[in-house]
């Protein structure tokens, strides 16, 4: 079993939080490795040395006690459950002979929750941040605009990418103007010294006296800025929480909004020369989106994919971006990718977290957490005798997918479906996207990552918009079936509460 | 005679305008190297190949017909007149073996001047410049603001090191705006389709709703937008001449203005992806210099003179001068390089020049040249029998040094000078800057490079503002001479007229 086959890193319905990290150790040394995961249901684990399995290594830690040079090897572990599988990724320990004293330290060895992590040398030659916090942000539905066919798509291959590189990801789409804000002010919470902030917006946005400023869904038909976000006020606020890298990702417009005058009134910034920003397109120019179908990228993020995960200095990589885009004949001399940088250290989105302390840490790891919590599968019991399984599955922070499945039901009823029903009125949920019979009827771009590992027999409903639900989530599931040689169908309700999924734990409103 | 021994790229007085190419050839094709220089006196030129002089290559051309392997190697030229020397670069020839049909010619061999050019292949994998142009303006003696002291060095350094690049450098020191506007109107003549532009400025300075404006010496205390040049706009002028490259460092503060409140009202750019800023420091902060003494380059040319000759993409090269001036712990917090870039193609100030035609190529050439004509070196004669030489030397495009030297006098003539007076009132010279004994007294920041190669007893004038010159530059020298056993001194004066030197002949007022 490669690392390879089956790995699926969209689905946030099963996700490792935290990588093993290679080590290097001497002979009597204690080996700890740890992958820490989230999932519904709960996830299972399997540790791999040289890919064949460890025995008795079925937990998120794997520890060995007085190591020999025999422990050497590349190491994995699967984590998995009832519908999904996930590799993580494969690190390398070394053992040296001689004693622990001796032996160099490269990169902290062990997991960095339940461990005491070693503080960072003052000057440590290769950077480091205390942890990496991503927001993306993708507008397509707009109340009193042209609609946007790319930012879902444009999100979602971002928000996997940067998981693989361990950032801690909250992806929203179709934000009103408040809960952008509020989003904003989550993002904030989340980030803390030394910690990488990067913030990718895709929408309509337009650039004046050079500031950037992003669109809300429901913006009205002559907007100013007093609709909009300021892209210069939230890197004030970043610096305020004294970040080690603030990245922006701006996938929008800049041209003039001649209806607004307003001259922003931002104090200076100030000059912590790690501030790298990464425009899809030049100032007064458009961004582009291509027309090839729903599900393909805009033309930013179709190149930035293709570069993200390199080990290179962030304002590098944008710049090989910006090349490997110039090579588009079709967008020459209309869009062009702009970066701007004051970055003065080598850092990169490749760079290992070493948080600080224990502490602060474990703080922004719950906020964040906390938005990324799927209500538990749960088993239905009917009166009929029917039992159906009810799962949940995250497709953005603000976007679950409810799948239910008859998991058992009594010899005499022929045929049954359980649909979901009575869904809160403030989701306005769109009943094309309720009990469909595959992830793709519902509008899923997840749709092709999904399919293969996940059971079929199931109805599929799309909730979006997740950040809008004033209190828990509660719906009906209706069970419509059919006894043997009888006609008609019979309806079965069952009332249910799964409390506040994903950002709706934050309360956004 | 090593090439580094005697190489004196700052004097103007003595230039090379053309470099030598690599090229390879086949047995039998004609070898033709060029090496064009202006200087006064007129240059002289010996070939050299493998450090050994060239029988019979005394010209600015080496022709070799039906070259065989014999001619292998790397050639130079050295140049030289009375008072200077100049090396080229040495350039390799390869000669290989078989028909000229068959040798491959990966660049164009030969000058480009007085040989019809090879026309560029449409999509060159090396990026080519049809010409490098590069306005410096250091503005240093305010009329109404704090007086600064490292444009003039940064000004030189860059002059230097970047016509080592080939390009074509007006450099000018303290400009009123008119004079400013004229210099950049000149600039944009010289640029044209695939012409590298580079504007390097050093002075005051500042940005205003993301504009930024370069502050002339005659800017009132409380100046505007009216009393500056938008940077952008040069910009926009320089697109409209289809430049290949557009690069503008700014070494100066980006503070805003609160004195001015106008908001330009500049037309959009277009999408070149072709444009690279180097600002010495952030939005919103300063640029600073370092207090070491007058003759020390500020912050920004300390590190970018580090990195300026490498042969790198000018964005990965600014990126590593960021990085570069990252290190340095007394402006952390301060000051930090900000690069901004849409460039979309791998071009380097390294590439080299490919002119598309000879026509257009020589004009530019000659309009700059027109720029750099120092007066002819001269012999005056007068009545008591004392011959005095009268030379010229340009230190920047408006600066430019006159020397007196005596070289023959009667023997009843026991002491004599030349000295000179009656300069023109509007290039108001300062007279601490005239008949120095040494070229440091007279406030010139080539002392150190002119020293050793100048002849000595001279005396040394600085004549500066040569844009304001309204007519030919006219004076007199005074000879003051004592006959042999005579207290008293006498005095014959002769009147000089040199013509317009240097930027005075483009009339810029």
Known sequence: ???????????????????????????????????????????????????????????????????????????????????????????????????GQT???????GGQQGHPAPSPAPSSPIP??????????????????????APMVDVHALAALLRQLDFKVVSLLDLRKAEMQMAVNEFLLLLDKGVYGLLYYAGHGYENFGNSFMVPIDAPSSYTSAHCLCVQRVLQRMQQRRTGLNIFLLDMCRKRNLNDDVIPQLGALQVTANIVFGYATCADAEAYELSQGELSNGIFVTFLKRWLLEDEKITVLLDKVAEDMGTLEITRGRQALELRSNLSERRALTDPIRPPAQDESSARNLQWA????????????????????LGFAAEFSNIMIIFTRVVASPEDIAQCEAKLTDLPEELDVDLKCTNK??????????APAWSPGCPSCCLYSRLCGLQKLRQELAFTVCLQYRYRGMDDFVEERQAVSVGKPLIAKLNLQ
Request: hydrophobic content about 35%; aromatic content about 6%; proline content about 9%.
């Open 1 to 99: 079993p490669s690392p390879a086959s089956g790995y699926c890193p969209t689905m946030a319905g099963l996700q490792i939080l935290r990588q093993p990290r290679p080590c290097r150790l001497a002979e009597g040394d204690t080996l700890e490795l740890e992958c820490g995961a989230i999932g519904n249901p709960p996830p299972q684990y399997q540790w791999f040395r040289n890919r064949r399995p460890v025995e008795g290594a079925q937990g998120p830690q794997l520890q060995v006690k007085l190591v020999t040079t025999a422990e050497r090897g590349s190491y994995s572990c699967r984590v998995f459950n009832l519908f999904h599988e996930v590799w993580s990724r494969e690190v390398d320990v070394e053992i040296g002979e001689g004693s």
């Open 103 to 109: 032996s160099v330290a490269p990169a902290p060895c």
């Open 128 to 149: 480091a941040a205390t942890d990496k916090v991503a927001l993306l942000i993708g507008n397509m539905h707009y109340l009193h605009h042209k609609q946007l066919q």
């Open 370 to 389: 906390k938005a990324h919590v799927l209500p538990e599968s749960r088993h239905l019991h009917f009166d009929c005798g029917v039992t159906v399984q």
């Open 437 to 446: 019979e595959s992830p793709e009827e519902v509008g899923s771009p997840l």
